[in-house]
């Protein structure tokens, strides 16, 4: 199976994306780097974070 090489680079892209906006957040309790300097996080209404959560937000900010 071949991939071009911007098949590749879109591929480690999104899952650079994916655990930045996803995987870190959740390990580090709704924060990223940047939110954890400025001393914010993000929150739901529901108790904690899901990852459904946090992959639908991100989703979304890709589109808007």
Known sequence: YY????????F???LIGMIWFVVI???Y?????????MKIKMI?????LTAHQL???TMISIVN
């Open 3 to 10: 991939l071009s090489i911007a098949s590749r680079i879109g």
């Open 12 to 14: 480690i892209s999104v």
């Open 29 to 37: 309790g709704g924060q990223t780097i940047g939110k954890k300097i």
């Open 25 to 27: 957040p959740l390990y």
């Open 44 to 48: 739901s209404d529901k108790g904690d």
């Open 55 to 57: 992959i639908v937000r």
